[in-house]
T-cell receptor, first 110, second 112 residues
Framework: SQELEQSPQSLIVQEGKNLTINCTSSKTLYGLYWYKQKYGEGLIFLMMLQKGGEEKSHEKITAKLDEKKQQSSLHITASQPSHAGIYLCGADYTGNQFYFGTGTSLTVIP | EAQVTQNPRYLITVTGKKLTVTCSQNMNHEYMSWYRQDPGLGLRQIYYSMNVEVTDKGDVPEGYKVSRKEKRNFPLILESPSPNQTSLYFC???????????FGSGTRLTVV
């Protein structure tokens, strides 16, 4: 079973366009993490959201947590080629194991 | 520089030949974990460790062993590798669960 589902699976956008990636949990969310992975490389921690309604920004990337919907969204404004990669959400449900979402592959066309 | 170091980055081996992938972190993190990443299956946890001498199975532990004799090191051992263990492996650490992970650069393992 997959605890965290991301959508879309892949995304191709023109440079300068805005985009949104969603992460939906099948269980109650107590905290949600977003990571970015360059193809074949390690994951880079972007941000962590812990409270319902919380919103955080890092450069042109904004993430929100909707506890009621058990969902988080990652929004990129004015996308650039440097934003390309795989975006993964992650959550810690049990205090011991950390689960990752299915991932969203982003391609930005110059 | 705070980091998680994995070695080797690339490894090609034959079925049945024991191998170890090393992982070391310099951040005094208590929590360490191993993941494998496969196309279409995403990242799956193999083993994790809450502290020294404390290890536990993740979702896909079969065919792997780990040890945590020191806080900084968390090696992944494949006693008898098989082709279905061909994958991209990541080691990660964090201060505790519930804080962001720091990931290693990955080890691409091919078992022929």
């Amino acid at each position: 079973s997959q605890e965290l589902e991301q959508s879309p699976q892949s995304l191709i956008v023109q440079e300068g366009k805005n985009l949104t990636i969603n992460c939906t949990s099948s269980k109650t969310l107590y905290g949600l993490y977003w990571y970015k992975q360059k193809y074949g490389e390690g994951l880079i921690f972007l941000m962590m959201l812990q409270k319902g309604g919380e919103e955080k920004s890092h450069e042109k990337i904004t993430a929100k947590l909707d506890e009621k919907k058990q969902q988080s969204s990652l929004h990129i404004t004015a996308s650039q080629p440097s934003h390309a990669g795989i975006y993964l959400c992650g959550a810690d449900y049990t205090g011991n194991q950390f689960y990752f979402g299915t991932g969203t592959s982003l391609t930005v066309i110059p | 520089e705070a980091q998680v170091t994995q070695n080797p980055r690339y490894l090609i081996t034959v079925t049945g030949k024991k191998l170890t992938v090393t992982c070391s972190q310099n951040m005094n993190h208590e929590y360490m974990s191993w993941y494998r990443q496969d196309p279409g299956l995403g990242l799956r946890q193999i083993y994790y460790s809450m502290n020294v001498e404390v290890t536990d199975k993740g979702d896909v532990p079969e065919g792997y062993k780990v040890s945590r004799k020191e806080k900084r090191n968390f090696p992944l051992i494949l006693e008898s590798p098989s082709p279905n263990q061909t994958s991209l492996y990541f080691c990660a650490s964090s201060f505790t669960t519930g804080t962001g992970y720091t990931f290693g650069s990955g080890t691409r393992l091919t078992v022929v």
